[in-house]
């Protein structure tokens, strides 16, 4: 067999493994729904399954402190629910991978969330007496924490919604939509356990569905516009349950 033969056949086999390692290398941007490289593994499929499971019990945990705002034993009673939801949200989205970029951002999203809320619940323990530090309660510092993690689990809640993600707050639930979107931070809403100052008091204001509707999509004052985040139905279903329940 003559050099140059070997040679081609050398460059032709050394072609064929660099083709066969970059196909397994990676998740990659493309669209396959689960990818595997040596000791890690993508599935969008896997994510959406393991975290769905989880929003639920950490929406319910937030919307308890949420509600507990102002009631010191309240609180102290949410804060190991808060730190065990959002430890399983956390432990849920860093086992489970995904392989969409968007699903990567809605992943690191929950993940800055969930910490944030961990430190919130952390900081209300010594009112549970369950602090492993010896820590005494702050309330600057719970609220710092709590506004933060909040927020972030809001943004991430949009971003897993936006990526496709089923199972989160249903269009047509008024309540959850208002928490989810932050109202209840700004607005105070005794129907939905809402004491927010920054805003108008809608309890007060009771104001029509149109205003509401006018607010939600173009802002108002320092009320930014919520065109982006909720879809039209969202926005429709939040702005009726405000308008009916606004006073009661």
């Known amino acids: 067999m003559s050099e140059g033969h070997l040679s081609r056949r050398s460059l032709a086999s050394g072609i064929a493994l660099l083709l066969l390692a970059s196909a397994s290398a990676g998740c990659g941007g493309g669209t396959t729904d689960h990818r595997t490289s040596g000791a890690t593994s993508c599935s969008d499929a896997g994510f959406a399954d393991a975290v769905t499971a989880r929003l639920a019990p950490l929406e ?49 999203l929950l993940l800055v969330a969930t910490q944030g809320l961990s430190r919130a619940g952390r900081a209300l323990e010594p009112i549970a007496g369950s602090s492993k530090t010896g820590e005494v309660f702050s309330e600057s510092t719970f609220l710092t924490r709590w506004y933060t993690g909040s927020q972030d689990f809001r943004d ?9 993600v089923r199972g989160l707050v249903s269009a047509t639930n008024g309540k959850g939509i208002f928490t989810e979107a932050g109202c209840a931070t700004c607005h105070t809403l005794a129907a939905a356990g809402a004491r927010g100052t920054v805003g108008p008091n809608l309890d007060q204001a009771k104001p029509v569905k149109a205003d509401v509707v006018s607010a939600v999509t173009d802002g108002s004052g320092v009320m930014v516009s919520f065109k982006g985040a909720l879809s039209a139905t969202q926005i429709q279903t939040v702005a009726e349950y405000v308008s009916k329940n606004a006073g009661k």
Do not use: I, M
């Not at 102290?76 to 392989?99: D, E, F, H, I, T």
């Not at 809640?157 to 496709?164: F, K, N, P, T």
């Open 156 to 164: 991430a809640l949009v971003s897993l919604r936006a990526a496709g």
């Open 60 to 108: 319910r945990a937030v919307l308890r402190v949420d509600a507990g705002h102002g009631n010191v034993s309240a609180l102290g009673a949410a804060a190991p629910r808060l730190v065990a939801a959002a430890k399983q949200a956390s432990q849920a989205a860093r086992g489970n991978p995904p392989c969409r970029p968007r699903l990567v951002k809605a992943r690191a």
